[in-house]
């Protein structure tokens, strides 16, 4: 059984994550597949001011931090939620992060991005950091531009036909993240042993 993390970023007032996190989740609803929607909302991380998780792994500052590091620890792989915030992500998710490290480490990460040129340059950045942690990052992405983002943004509630012509998008991450999520898994397992 693969234990997906499918990551909300942002915690803003009204936001649009809520949606493509349905559509995420519904694609991943399939036998073997776990699913845990971790929204950072849920968790009241502090600003991280304490030593390198590194050096010490798994020594939470707080129970929220580690109520949030056992839920990235129990996760085989992640998809992460993002829209582009001036070209970059969400200081909440960058903090949310710098509190771990071994519960990233060796474990595949995708992205689904939105916003103006479809989230492009804020997924770049997060491979660059997911490469740092010791993440397997995939090439498949889900970009979301305008033309989808519009209309399943203004649409009274979420409607999973507004994201109907990244169906195909999605089905390949998501093809992907679990043939990683299972050669790393399985690798882990035997270098544990």
Known sequence: MARIAVILTSTRQDRFADRPAAWVAEHLH???????????????LPSFDG??????????????????????????????LTGEYNHGYTGVFKNAV?????????????????????????????RTISIELGMAPIRPAVHILPDVLVPAMTAPSYDPSLFSSLDAKLDLLVSELLWWSDALTDARTESAA
């Open 98 to 126: 710098d509190h771990l490290y071994v519960e990233w480490d060796r474990k595949p990460v995708a992205f689904v991005g939105w916003g103006n040129v479809g989230g492009a340059r804020v997924v770049e950045q997060l």
């Open 30 to 44: 399939r036998p073997g597949v776990e699913v845990d929607v971790v929204d950072i909302r849920d968790h009241d």
């Open 51 to 80: 030593p390198a998780p590194l050096y010490t792994p798994r020594q939470y500052a707080t129970e929220a931090v580690a109520a949030f590091g056992r839920r990235i620890d129990a996760a085989d792989a992640f998809i992460v």
